[in-house]
């Protein structure tokens, strides 16, 4: 039976990163941040009626700035999302695995930033936060977004106390430090109750 961990965490955490490790032991992966291009399209019409248009530059500059759009945006786009997460859950959790002995196949992560606020940790089984250091996260987005100091702080403030306030909705909740690699994979077969793959 497939075990379904919702992997959450802020802006350049490292979720990414140990998401992969996960996948290279066996876990299989819902990626929620690409779903969410695909839910755009899905709902372009309504999303061109209210904004004017459905790309993404564009929404983003109309809602990077002004709350109630975001919320209109995200009362769109999220219920959509959601659906086909538990969609794709579904399928993989029926699709046959390979190597039964093989403990972290039996996984299925449900890879989203805003994992509680999507409410999506009703549908996983365990809940993991990655947690990492502000100025770690800072120097992490400057390297891979080059969107410059402010913008980026900017993004990081966006997020400031959104797990701190949605932590009520599941009480499985668990956080780790994303500073390294192996500690957190020993971490998270504790957490999920798997044994220590080797590799690891």
């Known amino acids: 039976m497939a075990l379904i961990l919702g992997l959450g965490g802020s802006?350049?955490?490292?979720?990414?990163?140990?998401?992969?490790?996960?996948?290279?032991?066996?876990?299989?992966?819902i990626d929620v941040d690409k779903l969410g291009h695909q839910a755009l399209q899905d709902q372009a019409y309504r999303i061109t009626?209210?904004?004017?248009?459905?790309?993404?530059?564009?929404?983003?500059?109309?809602?990077?700035?002004d709350p109630k759009k975001l919320a209109l945006l995200?009362?769109?786009?999220?219920?959509?999302?959601?659906?086909?997460?538990?969609?794709?859950?579904?399928?993989?959790?029926?699709?046959?695995?390979?190597?039964?002995?093989?403990?972290?196949q039996?996984?299925?992560?449900?890879?989203?930033?805003?994992?509680?606020?999507?409410?999506l940790d009703q549908v996983c089984d365990k809940v993991v936060i990655i947690d990492a250091?502000?100025?770690?996260?800072?120097?992490?987005?400057?390297?891979?977004?080059?969107?410059?100091?402010?913008?980026?702080?900017?993004?990081?403030?966006?997020?400031r106390g959104l797990f701190a306030q949605q932590a009520k909705h599941c009480a499985d909740i668990h956080r780790v430090s994303s500073h390294n690699t192996k500690g957190f994979l020993k971490q998270l077969a504790k957490i999920v109750g798997l044994a220590t793959d080797k590799r690891a």
């Open 133 to 159: 250091p502000w100025l770690l996260r800072l120097y992490r987005g400057l390297k891979r977004d080059k969107k410059g100091l402010f913008a980026t702080i900017q993004r990081m403030k966006q997020q």
């Open 11 to 29: 802006y350049c955490a490292g979720k990414s990163r140990l998401s992969e490790a996960l996948q290279s032991l066996g876990a299989r992966q």
């Open 74 to 104: 995200e009362s769109i786009v999220h219920p959509h999302m959601v659906v086909m997460v538990k969609e794709m859950i579904k399928k993989l959790s029926a699709e046959a695995v390979v190597d039964h002995g093989a403990a972290w």
């Open 49 to 65: 009626r209210e904004f004017g248009s459905n790309e993404r530059a564009s929404l983003a500059k109309q809602v990077f700035s």
């Open 106 to 119: 039996q996984v299925i992560i449900v890879n989203a930033a805003i994992l509680l606020k999507m409410h």
